[in-house]
T-cell receptor, first 114, second 112 residues
């Protein structure tokens, strides 16, 4: 079945530092890929997505490129802010009839210090 | 457009009790999924409903059940609560057309 592996966390950075959170996946075919973010005390919000190989998803300064050769979807941001402190999840859908069953990575806790 | 709403936001129950959580999807969304989030296990899929039919179920005991109504609202029920059921329960809704899911704020269940 589908699976997602995220880099071990937590990640602690200073404001304006460069961020990379690694995500690799195992899947049949070429599913859409998602990054979700969870701010403290809240549910998950879709941060960005890519629907096909070589697509780049972007939002709020975050970017991720769908790399089918390396089965990766790494999240990057050039200059993080304190307000980016949150938990980040890489996810993929199963496709077929299992539409709603997202598979999530274990989550990466990001803390940004002023 | 209103987002996914979940009620109640917080619940405290004791072992052996049962609980019902409610989820109202975004208008027009017919798919509703439920997830359990715990520090140890992360995000785990519970069920998926579409047009009042359960399409998928995760690896949870039979104490966990759910249903969906004709207006797409969904409920999940946990009977005979155990301490390990303490978690954040998240509901998500979506459309088949674009594979995106939109999450509610969750219900924080504490079992004492």
């Amino acid at each position: 079945g589908n699976s997602v592996t995220q880099m071990e966390g937590p990640v602690t950075l200073s404001e304006e530092a460069f961020l990379t959170i690694n995500c690799t996946y195992t899947a049949t075919g070429y599913p859409s890929l998602f990054w979700y973010v969870q701010y403290p005390g809240e549910g998950l919000q879709l941060l960005l997505k890519a629907t096909k190989a070589d697509d780049k998803g972007s939002n709020k300064g975050f970017e991720a490129t769908y790399r089918k050769e390396t089965t990766s979807f790494h999240l990057e941001k050039g200059s993080v802010q304190v307000s980016d402190s949150a938990v980040y999840f890489c996810a993929l859908p199963p496709g077929g009839t299992s539409y709603g069953k997202l598979t999530f990575g274990q989550g990466t806790i990001l803390t940004v210090h002023p | 457009k209103a987002g996914v709403t979940q009620t109640p936001r917080y619940l405290i129950k004791t072992r052996g009790q049962q609980v019902t959580l409610s989820c109202s999807p975004i208008s027009g969304h017919r798919s509703v999924s439920w997830y359990q989030q715990t520090p140890g296990q992360g995000l785990q899929f519970l069920f998926e409903y579409f047009s009042e039919t359960q399409r998928n179920k995760g690896n949870f005991p039979g104490r966990f059940s759910g249903r969906q109504f004709s207006n797409s609202r969904s409920e999940m029920n946990v009977s005979t609560l155990e301490l390990g059921d303490s978690a954040l329960y998240l509901c998500a809704s979506g459309r088949l057309a674009d594979n995106e899911q939109f999450f509610g704020p969750g219900t924080r269940l504490t079992v004492l």
